[in-house]
């Protein structure tokens, strides 16, 4: 038994004088235990490093040089646009602080509107309500803390600072940047403009082409 010991605590040893501990940082390349012949296809795989020779084109250049007629695209990559735009991308002007106001690309409409409600719905309304008053149904459960956007504070904070939030969250709610695309997200802040707008409405506010529709005089 004692040989089984210490046959096992050499084995020990010699396993991790070859692989290491996990997590350790080596500062060669790790020892290649199979041999040449075993997966070839995935142990040795062309690739092109930037800056380096390649023997593949004829002027030995492994960066190669932009095609004649190319012209600069609005779009990134997988068809996002570019980040040229701050208030749009951001919320927040050059100088760092939150813009008020949406972004001159943004047409504030009948659909827009549409658009924010159902990615409200979806996304904010199990916490902040339907109404926009923090009456949830994550309520219901003990969330207790979530605001309504129907005080002074949230009132009057900027349009970019809501954005701000949206996009990196903010106390208990975690960011949607990975849920909701930039029209999404100006869309949402749109529909909570409404909501707010809405609830501090009088008759006042209603057109008199459609007071008659709420009996109106």
């Not at 380096?52 to 960066?63: H, I, L, N």
Request: charged content about 20%; proline content about 6%.
């Amino acid at each position: 038994m004692r040989n089984v010991y210490i046959i096992t605590a050499l084995a020990v040893v010699l396993v991790v004088s070859i692989f290491g501990f996990r997590g350790t940082k080596f500062s060669h390349p790790p020892m290649d235990v199979f041999p040449e012949w075993a997966f070839p296809a995935m142990r040795k795989q062309s690739k092109v490093k930037p800056q380096t020779e390649s023997k593949f084109f004829a002027d030995g250049r492994a960066d190669r040089p932009l095609p004649a007629g190319v012209v600069p695209a609005n779009f990134g990559p997988l068809g996002k646009p570019l980040q040229t735009d701050s208030h749009l991308v951001t919320g927040k002007l050059a100088d760092g602080s939150f813009a008020s106001g949406f972004p001159q690309s943004i047409e504030v409409n009948r659909q827009f509107l549409e658009h924010g409600r159902e990615s409200y719905t979806i996304y904010c309304a199990p916490c902040h309500g339907a109404l926009g008053d923090g009456n949830g149904i994550t309520k219901q459960y003990g969330m207790g803390a979530t605001p309504t956007y129907h005080d002074d504070r949230l009132r009057n904070i900027s349009e970019g600072e809501i954005l701000n939030t949206i996009l990196h969250g903010k106390g208990n709610m975690l960011s949607y940047a990975d849920k909701l695309s930039i029209e999404d997200r100006w869309a949402v802040i749109a529909y909570v403009r409404a909501l707010q707008r809405a609830h501090n409405g009088t008759v006042a506010d209603v057109p008199a082409a459609h007071k008659s529709e709420l009996g109106i005089q």
